[in-house]
């Protein structure tokens, strides 16, 4: 009989827990702006990383091995389409990092190009909590899984704005760090800038984000793709695609210089460039070397 009701305990607190754990914080858009909140503050105090990048576009595949410094991220390429670099892409590579370091300009020209996109993806999370209405649509490895369409009620003005205006799509939260895990989007209508004369951004294109954990409070991309028709000044329709993967993702000290990260860079150049599908890589990582789907390419 103490057995049953042993039984009946530990059943009843797994259900007790399990319950617990599965109902959200309400309501969903609280949620979105506790995300938002913790990606920007933990953004802000973030550790400093070394892993490798695999970008696919129309002329190919690019993989390179990245370092991220004080003075902004630095990278070397390691391998195109597939392949070593020959004597001559190899001695283009070394000048142009060797033109890096010599040049302060281009070092200022870097990191203000790097400071600009960190400014823009602030400014894109900050837009989340107010430019979509959220709705729980359950939970899915560990995250919470909401829905999302734009909110007719935001005034925003910009860019950004007008395309959160046609985009609909899901969101993925960590449920244990609240944090930004997974984004999907689809543009559900044109989008036209200056009545159409300036450009248009047409409907059915899409994109995907996926983030993983590396460490108790950083975050990293893992999978960025993007998708989209666009056509500018009334003359010329291309497509914007973006496909990248990243792995392999080591810690390196805090405060590192320019000239610090391309040492670093230099090491275990060997082990980088011989690297294939499903290997490891040289410095710790544990990444795989792994491509994404994509229609011409993160």
């Known amino acids: 009989m103490r057995v049953l009701w042993m039984t009946m305990l530990v059943f009843t607190l797994t259900q007790v827990a399990s319950i617990a754990h599965s109902e959200p914080p309400n309501p969903a858009g609280q949620l979105v702006r506790e995300v938002v909140y913790n990606e ?4 802000s105090r973030h550790g400093y990383w070394r892993y490798w990048v695999e970008r696919r576009s129309q002329t190919g595949t690019r993989l390179e091995d990245q370092v991220e410094t004080s003075e902004g991220p630095v990278a070397r390429l390691a391998l195109s389409n597939g392949r070593a670099l020959t004597p001559e892409a190899e001695r283009q590579e070394q000048e142009r990092l060797e033109r890096l370091l010599s040049s302060r300009d281009e070092q200022a020209r870097q990191l203000r ?4 996109d960190e400014e ?5 999370l900050a837009l989340l909590p107010t430019a979509f209405v959220y709705d729980y649509d359950g ?13 007719p009620e935001d005034g925003a003005r910009g860019i950004e704005a007008r395309i959160f ?13 609240k944090r930004l895990a997974r984004l999907e989007g689809r543009v559900e209508e044109n ?38 028709n666009i056509r ?10 973006t496909s990248e993967v990243r792995g392999g993702f080591v810690a390196v000290p805090a405060g590192m210089s320019l000239k610090q990260g391309l040492a670093l860079l230099n090491q275990d150049r060997a082990g980088v460039e011989g690297l294939s599908r499903g290997q ?8 795989l070397l792994v491509s994404t789907e994509a229609t011409l390419h993160r």
């Open 191 to 228: 989008v036209d800038f200056g009545f159409g004369i300036l450009g248009r951004l047409y409907k059915g294109g899409w994109f995907r984000l996926v983030r993983e954990q590396v460490s108790a409070t950083d975050w990293k991309t893992e999978s960025l793709e993007v998708h989209m």
């Open 280 to 287: 490891q890589l040289p410095n710790g990582g544990n990444g």
């Open 40 to 43: 920007l503050n933990d953004h």
């Open 120 to 124: 823009r993806i602030g400014h894109i």
């Open 232 to 241: 500018a000044l009334l003359v010329k329709t291309f497509a914007r695609e």
């Open 113 to 116: 190009q790097y400071d600009e």
């Open 139 to 151: 939970e899915e490895n560990g995250c919470y899984r909401l829905r999302f369409q734009p909110n």
């Open 165 to 177: 205006h046609a985009t609909s799509g899901t969101l993925w939260v960590d449920a244990r760090t």
